[in-house]
């Protein structure tokens, strides 16, 4: 369902950066810029969804500034990213932006800000959507190029007349002349009338597939001085709070600025779906039920983009707006998402964590309170109150875990690790991703063993890696040992007489490894997906760690610069080139849809149906990329990395990209270091 709404984001940043400019702006058209009205002054108060480029030419620039840009235009990959351009352009094109207007359309008439948005009316939560409430506006500053956005609706015209489209006579709003068209229904859609209104108003075009709502949007821009402030997207508490919390010193323009009214999006998101439908399906509420649980708390989330800004290739942040009301369901949903570093922990990389790792990500979260507050959450979604305790007690009574004890044995610092892999051939296949996850144990580490032992799905057998003993999971194959265990939770109608040739295919188990081996030690229990992964890390031996690498170093100053050591509660390092490698081959190798890597297998569970997520034919060419990712391709991708603040009112997240440089040597000059030492 959210799939029209993305694709339309990603088109307009697609198209800017492809170079729809009209010209580098005047000194004197800048300064009128900073002064005219923004986008969110003109937007209501019951906008859910908010993109905006302030100004595409100075977005096109610092983007053409980075080392993205650069590989942009690089020659090898060029018909690449072209291909993918138009692919991106004719799915938006194809949509028709439900505005009538089409990506081409924009070039020449855009003299500063646009923005795209979704609007739906505040409802009770179980108030179903009216037909034809929501709508999209899409907004253009075209107040020093009014006589091409003229032209370009004459065009539309007859354009819309081409494609089947029928004008209807409409009278102008507040003084301005409109443009309505009768779109040509699509087949099996819900919605009667598609209608598509299109209008020139205070040096804005404005477009908007929604009357009522194009009207409100026109009354603004003709009389600015009529604004009633506190009616619109910019007052409002969730709008304001990202906005401020998103803020950088010494940046006061930025490139690239969006908001989701999370709640709000998945109605708007839904409300959308259903118009494509023949029917008007039943679908459970997922969004009024999470609210109902108090999840409402999640009010807002939104940020910036910026390329090119002090000694970065790229600065994004993110604000998650969640204020506690005090309400009775706010300790259950905040203690759910306890993250703060309660305890102190340590951000730097452990002992097992290799120096030349492409990603390491450590982060803070209260296991035990998270277990002691899921069970309302889960009884809601399977719609059966009592549900998680009764297999709380099932576990504990049948396989003898007790799940709050094992969840106990853990401490609240998780870790992920992950390399790319290379046979000695220097071949990279579906099977070439390392991941290796590490909790960090208390004092009861057989308890927590013996939780996968008893309760992961798969057969577990056990072998040594030298003097450890490691535990190996196999998802993929059957248990003998619980093929005779009851199911207390079992619906099945064994008493009735079904024909069994008329039952469905039960889906498959999702697990991003296919394949688990764990181990316990030094006071962690190690999850990896490739035994010989887990074997590099038991037999670690080198004298260069991860916190001495250069890279690593620099990502930290930077983020430290941005952030208050104190409320860190997630931290991220990664090395692009090296994270993205497996990925890349299977792209260009047309081997996505079977690929193992934790990427692969989200998108394919995504993408496809549970029963043939295995088997997603690849939707990208990738034939066009060039076969020397080392040569053509890593040179562009710098390192990386990020970190979430726990505030009072929500979280923020920041994140940098920097320059690939010098600095970038150190993997080389670790591996010419003498790795004979051993960590323990």
Known sequence: MFRRFHIVLVAIVSATLAGFSCGSPSLVQAQDKKTKIASENLLPATTKAWFSVPDGDLLKQQFEKTQFGKLTQDEELKPF???????????????????????????????????????????????????????????????????????????????????????????????????????KQPPNSLRKNRLAFQAIAGGWMVASDNEDIFRDVIGRAVDVDAIVADETLASTAPFQNVHDETKTKGIDDNHVRWFIDPFGYLKLAQAIADEEQEFRQRRDDWATTLKKLGFGAFQGIGGVVDFATYDHEVLIRTFVYAPRTGDERDSRVFGLVDFRNRNGASFEPPSFVPYDSAAYFTGVWNMTSAIKNVGDVVDAFLQEEGLFEQMLVSFKTDMKIDLHEVVDSFDDQLFVVSEKYESETGEINEESERVLIALKLKDKPDAAIDAFRKNLIGPATVSKIGEIEVLEIDTTAEDPDLADLDDPFDDSFDD???????????????????????????????????????????????????????????????????????????????RIDRAIKTNYEMLRKGKMGSSKTVLARVLNRMMMSETDAENRKQQIDGSKLPADFDKHVAPYFGPMGWVMETAENGWLITGIVLKKNSLNRMVKKGEEKDKKTPRR
């Open 81 to 183: 990213i072209d291909s993918i351009r138009e692919q991106v352009k004719g799915w938006i094109n194809q949509k028709n932006v439900r505005l009538g207007l089409r990506i081409e359309d924009l070039k020449g008439v855009r003299s500063g800000e646009f923005c795209l948005a979704g609007i739906l009316p505040d409802q009770e939560d179980d108030e179903k959507i009216g037909r034809g409430s929501h709508g999209m506006v899409l907004l253009v500053d075209v107040s020093e190029t009014e006589e091409q956005a003229r032209k370009l609706l004459s065009k539309i015209d007859k354009e819309m007349v081409e494609q089947g489209a029928t004008r209807e006579e409409m009278e102008d709003v507040n003084g301005v002349a409109v443009f309505r068209w009768k779109l």
């Open 496 to 574: 009735l007489d079904l024909d069994s040739d008329d039952e469905e295919e039960a889906p498959k188990e999702f697990s991003l490894f296919e394949k688990r081996y764990i181990a316990s030690v030094e006071g962690y229990l190690l999850i990896a997906n490739r035994r010989e992964y887990l074997e590099k890390i038991l037999g670690l031996k080198q004298t260069t760690e991860l916190q001495d690498c250069d890279d690593y170093r620099e990502i930290a100053k930077a983020l430290g610069k941005l952030s208050e050591k104190n409320l860190v509660s997630f931290q991220q390092f990664g």
